[in-house]
T-cell receptor, first 107, second 111 residues
Framework: GIQVEQSPPDLILQEGANSTLRCNFS?????LQWFHQNPWGQLINLFY???GTKQNGRLSATTVATERYSLLYISSSQTTDSGVYFC?????????FGKGTRLSVIA | DGGITQSPKYLFRKEGQNVTLSCEQN?????MYWYRQDPGQGLRLIYY???????QKGDIAEGYSVSREKKESFPLTVTSAQKNPTAFYLC??????????FGSGTRLTVV
């Protein structure tokens, strides 16, 4: 099945800093989503982005489907951005998740 | 507001007992899914259903069972055959070209 690798596994940022999270996947996909899991476990959908670029406030994402990777950019990070960020892809089987990037933003 | 409702939020199971986790959606999505998350890990697929009265096993289906009698509902039963059921369980539904929407989850603990 499809393999999903996220990097880095852990990231510590000072408030106000920018960051880039990466997601590599092993096969062609028809769905790619980025999620933020908050401390209560809720998975918040950030982007549905099987290809192209999208922006939502301080967050933006780019997926280059032909090269099988996606990037999530967080600008001017805030403490409320802390949590785990998951990339998940869907090809011929339902959504497959990476192991996530744990982000800690310190004041 | 449309969404996915999971209940209960917390569930305690005794050894050898079957328990059922509820998942209801009012998004009119055809497909529904159950995932399991262990501490510090990503999500793994248990079962999924793309249409009423039909469902397929995911990667870790052993010890679990599901039913899909209504479009809105996809309950998950954790049976006594599941040797390590303590985990966080997440239900989702999806619509083509719109991605997956997740419920708020059920934390199951064996006591």
């Amino acid at each position: 099945g499809i393999q999903v690798e996220q990097s880095p596994p852990d990231l510590i940022l000072q408030e106000g800093a920018n960051s880039t999270l990466r997601c590599n996947f092993s096969d062609s996909v028809n769905n790619l989503q980025w999620f933020h899991q908050n401390p209560w476990g809720q998975l918040i959908n950030l982007f549905y982005i099987p290809s192209g670029t999208k922006q939502n406030g301080r967050l933006s994402a780019t997926t280059v489907a032909t090269e099988r990777y996606s990037l999530l950019y967080i600008s001017s990070s805030q403490t409320t951005d802390s949590g785990v960020y998951f990339c998940a892809v869907e090809g011929n089987t339902p959504l497959v998740f990476g192991k996530g990037t744990r982000l800690s933003v310190i004041a | 507001d449309g969404g996915i409702t999971q209940s209960p939020k917390y569930l305690f199971r005794k050894e050898g007992q079957n328990v059922t986790l509820s998942c209801e959606q009012n998004l009119n999505h055809d497909a529904m899914y159950w995932y399991r998350q262990d501490p510090g890990q990503g999500l793994r697929l248990i079962y999924y259903s793309q249409i009423v009265n039909d469902f397929q096993k995911g990667d870790i289906a052993e010890g679990y069972s599901v039913s899909r009698e209504k479009k809105e509902s996809f309950p998950l039963t954790v049976t006594s055959a599941q040797k390590n059921p303590t985990a966080f369980y997440l239900c989702a539904s999806s619509r083509l070209n719109y991605g997956y929407t997740f419920g708020s989850g059920t934390r199951l603990t064996v006591v």
